[in-house]
């Protein structure tokens, strides 16, 4: 981490006010029949949203295997499907193939709306219009496009600072969010993600249903995402195997940083049910590594 984003990172660590622009997809579905379609898709109770209402949830194909993680919105008469660049135009094309089976209407947004994550609650906003993300330690704004230099222009004028890719990355593993083609992908089973809020399993059938319940009620996931912390001036390396003390195989790791605030190297890592428990230590290669409960940084 070079100097300005050590500077930067203590800024967003002790409350000071930050933003990052990247490219994410904001994907809308209206009509009548609306709530409906997407509760048939997707792995939460749509009927559940109010306006105004948020909510994670996946999108799976028939074998349970993930395309996308989205968060839905209801703004006013249409739900609002927010997700990572990487699988904007997936979530799209899967959508909007099936727009000639009942009234409901999938429209992309994401040309329209540039997405701008603020860190920092305080963070009043006067440029409309917007459509507001909360998360944790900030909100996530899709600005209209024409309305985003000003946004910016305002956050700016407030101190804040930009957020780089580089550091953004170290925010993102400190806070455990995996990132579609590194961390997950059509080959992740749902529930490996491990974000149970994410799925309703009471709700009825959707897409790849069938199998997701099975897992949740039959037993359990051969493997789930968690973190891992290696010793202290250890190295960490993207994609080795982790096996147990013994040499047995116990999972894989997929996104690494070095956590200013700890001190240490963290990582992303889908580990097998066995071996889960925070603490459990184990190898990534020949480094040593503890099994560690997500977030790393709150």
Do not use: W
Not at 73 to 80: A, H, K, Q, S
């Amino acid at each position: 981490m070079n100097s300005t984003d050590r500077l930067h990172y203590n800024h967003v660590r002790t409350g000071g006010t930050a933003y990052y622009r990247q490219p994410r997809g904001l994907i809308s579905v209206r009509g009548t029949e609306a709530v409906q379609f997407l509760d048939g898709m997707i792995t939460n109770d749509v009927k559940t949203l109010v306006d105004g209402g948020l909510m994670k949830a996946a999108l799976p194909n028939a074998q349970g295997r993930l395309l996308a993680v989205v968060r839905v919105t209801r703004n006013g008469e249409r739900l609002l499907i927010e997700t990572e660049g990487a699988t904007r135009q997936k979530v799209f094309d899967h959508l909007f193939r099936f727009t000639m089976a009942g009234d409901f209407q999938v429209e992309d947004l994401s040309e329209e709306y540039s997405y701008i994550r603020v860190f920092d609650r305080s963070f009043i906003p006067i440029t409309p219009p917007f459509i507001e993300f909360d998360r944790k330690g900030g909100t996530e704004y899709f600005v209209h496009s024409e309305d985003a230099p000003d946004f910016v222009g305002e956050l700016r004028y407030l101190d804040a600072v930009a957020v780089s890719d580089e550091l953004f990355e170290v925010l993102r593993i400190e806070s455990g969010t995996p990132l579609y083609g590194v961390d997950m992908d059509e080959n992740t089973i749902v529930p490996e993600i491990g974000v149970e809020e994410m799925i309703s399993y009471t709700k009825g059938c959707y897409v790849g249903q069938e199998i997701i319940a099975r897992i949740h009620f039959r037993g359990h996931v051969a493997k789930q995402l968690t973190g891992v912390v290696a010793a202290d001036k250890s190295d960490l390396t993207p994609g080795v195997e982790i096996t147990t003390k013994d040499g047995k195989n116990a999972g894989r790791v997929t996104s690494v940083t070095v956590s200013p605030k700890l001190q240490k190297t963290v990582g992303l890592a889908y580990v097998r049910y066995d071996h889960l428990a925070n603490g459990t230590e184990l190898l990534a290669g020949t480094t040593e590594v503890e099994v560690a409960d997500l977030p790393f940084v709150r």
